[in-house]
């Protein structure tokens, strides 16, 4: 059994790729959303409850291999897996899209965290598209400067700021349909994470070609293991190590 860590487009095609090759797979959602897309194989729902757990649940349920192939994001799971995987023995992979990268015409501020975003907001911009996701939006809720349009897929919990509206959305989102969200609500600056992928790059080639400032979250720090960017080349990983296929 091949335990895929998921949530991610990534996760269901690496899922979907062993169960088509007979390879008996498992993947696991964080289930912080309601309708989840699910893969193909079994797929089970919520945490593991730390390392030391997580350790003794690989162990019993005979997992030849894990790869974690959650959000660029999702630094929790990522970091007990890290720590799980060697305390049960079992082989650890890291899939994960690259980042997105500046072009040219781009007018990026790279930032740390939620709050340096939330604090470079004044500065740049009166009227917001916030992309970065319903977690974390406590952070700019004490930013009074700015209105914000705030897209997520899930409706988020409070505190979020005084001035804003709600767009519930999931992607793709196409060229012509941000620069038309740009232009109806006279946005003048984009905030998001650095999620990498093709779904919602979109609003980046808006801003590009709208001359807007975006203020781009840098992805957390990751656990030193092997990591890989494609699903083919996990699929290699998997029969190499897992003694799959």
């Not at 990498?196 to 080639?205: F, H, Q, S, V, Y």
Request: aromatic fraction near 4%.
């Amino acid at each position: 059994m091949i335990l895929v860590l998921g949530g991610t487009g990534e996760a269901r095609e690496l899922a979907d790729a062993l169960d088509k090759d007979g390879i008996a797979v498992l993947s696991s959602l964080a289930g912080r959303v309601s309708n989840p897309r699910l893969p193909r194989g079994e797929v089970r729902v919520g945490g593991f409850g730390g390392p030391e757990a997580f350790a003794g649940w690989l162990r019993e349920h005979r997992i030849a291999a894990v790869i974690d192939a959650t959000h660029p994001f999702a630094a929790r799971i990522s970091a007990s897996a890290a720590q799980a995987c060697p305390a049960a023995g079992v082989p650890l992979l890291r899939l994960e899209r690259p980042g997105w990268a500046e072009r040219p015409g781009d007018q990026w501020r790279w930032v740390p965290d939620l709050a340096d975003a939330a604090a470079a907001i004044p500065s740049l911009g009166r009227r917001v598209l916030l992309t970065t996701g319903r977690q974390g939006l406590a952070a700019f809720a004490g930013v009074t400067e700015a209105w914000f349009l705030i897209r997520c897929v899930e409706p988020p919990d409070p505190p979020l700021p005084a001035g804003h509206e709600l767009l519930l959305d999931r992607g793709p989102y196409t060229l012509a349909g941000e620069l038309q969200l740009i232009d109806l609500h006279s946005i003048d600056l984009v905030v998001t994470k650095d999620s990498g992928g093709g779904l919602t790059e979109a609003k980046l080639d808006a801003a590009r070609e709208r001359r807007l400032p975006v203020i781009v979250v840098r992805r957390p720090a990751r656990p030193a293991l092997g990591t890989v960017h494609t699903v083919a080349e996990a699929l290699t990983w998997t029969r190499d190590h897992a003694g799959a296929g």
